[in-house]
């Protein structure tokens, strides 16, 4: 089984960037997409951004697309969250999860595998 682990997050000020790392071990990573999430305190966990098995295909939720760029490296088992023009609203904490499928896509039933998560904080 594929395990992740999520790294890159921080606290910084609105209108700043961080990137995150999704690092994975296992040989079938490259053969799933990947997805971003996050979980606001005391709410469910809601769809970041999501990209193909191949890095080919990308989907974004309407609140950062524009803002957020996902992109990944097989050959490193890495996939990257760009995260640029941060909100206070994009504080939470995130996670990357593998997907039964090789398109993207953002229900949380699709992903069975996920991280531990990475704080990120934005001050206003």
């Known amino acids: 089984q594929v395990q992740l682990v999520e790294s890159g997050g921080g606290l910084v000020q609105a209108g700043d960037s961080l990137r995150l790392s999704c690092g994975a071990s296992?040989?079938?990573?490259?053969?799933?997409?990947v997805g971003w999430f996050r979980q606001p305190p005391g709410k469910e966990r809601e769809f970041v951004a999501a990209?193909?098995?191949?890095?080919?295909?990308?989907s974004y939720a309407a609140s950062v697309k524009g803002r957020f760029t996902i992109s990944r490296d097989n050959a490193k088992n890495t996939v990257y969250l760009q995260m640029n023009s941060l909100r206070p609203v994009d504080k939470d904490v995130y996670y990357c999860?593998?997907?039964?499928?090789?398109?993207?896509?953002?229900?949380?039933?699709?992903?069975?595998?996920w991280g531990q998560g990475t704080q990120v904080t934005v001050s206003s």
């Open positions: 999860a593998t997907a039964n499928r090789r398109e993207p896509g953002g229900s949380t039933g699709w992903y069975g595998n």
């Open positions: 990209v193909s098995s191949s890095g080919g295909q990308t």
């Open positions: 296992g040989r079938t990573f490259s053969l799933s997409a």
